[in-house]
């Protein structure tokens, strides 16, 4: 079975310029999970949709961030303008559906660096 | 959500039992403990999960107190590619809280 996918793997960009970065969950899976995870930290959940719609977003920066799930499939998550501080990990995660017995499993991560 | 607490580093000679605790008191009847392990420069990797009896798969046990506010992962016999940051997580309103982990180092 597939896993998650994400690309780019790697990203560097100047400050004030976007970046998108890209998710495909494993197949069947309903919920979707974006996390931001910076060097020496745990991951923090940024978004997290529930077929294509936003089930909790309190932890996105709305004003820079944005994700989108169109068709309950793929997501993109894009940073506008980018920041120093949003160096770091973005990790896309998928579960079966939201409940707590419900294993939720992590692609590998795309990593950006902010200059 | 309920939180976890884990010890942030921890040594384990290869070939011996490597035992992670992790205190969650606050935990909630219905909220599964989860564990994971993050090698460098690769997303979470899920090891094992539980809600109240001990469970064990290829990778691991999970060890889960009788009164659910403390859990202990064992790798029975941790070689060098075990060492990686774990972490102990209680699944609980649809997602999860990841704290700072434990990392350990297994060593030749």
């Known amino acids: 079975e597939a896993g998650v996918a994400q690309s780019p793997r790697y990203k560097i960009i100047e400050k004030r310029q976007s970046v998108a970065f890209w998710c495909n969950p494993i197949s069947g899976h309903a919920t979707l999970y974006w996390y931001q995870q910076i060097l020496g930290q745990g991951p923090k959940l940024l978004i997290q949709f529930q077929n294509n719609g936003v089930v909790d977003d309190s932890q996105l920066p709305k004003d820079r961030f944005s994700a989108e799930r169109l068709k309950g499939v793929d997501s993109t998550l894009k940073i506008q303008p980018a920041k120093l501080e949003d160096s770091a990990v973005y990790l896309c995660a998928s579960s079966l559906e939201r409940y707590s017995g419900n294993t939720i499993y992590f692609g590998e991560g795309s990593w950006l660096t902010v200059v | 959500d309920a939180k976890t607490t884990q010890p942030p580093s921890m040594d384990c000679a290869e070939g011996r039992a490597a035992n992670l605790p992790c205190n969650h008191s606050?935990?909630?009847?219905?909220?599964?403990v989860y564990w994971y392990r993050q090698i460098h420069s690769q997303g979470p990797q899920y090891i094992i999960h539980g809600l109240k009896n001990n469970e064990t798969n290829e990778m691991a046990s999970l060890i889960i107190t009788e009164d659910r506010k403390s859990s202990t992962l064992i790798l029975p016999h941790a070689t060098l590619r075990d060492t990686a940051v774990y972490y102990c997580?209680?699944?609980?309103?649809?997602?999860?809280?990841f704290g700072t982990g434990t990392r350990l180092k297994v060593l030749a």
């Open positions: 606050t935990i909630s009847g219905n909220e599964y």
């Open positions: 997580i209680v699944r609980g309103t649809y997602k999860y809280i």
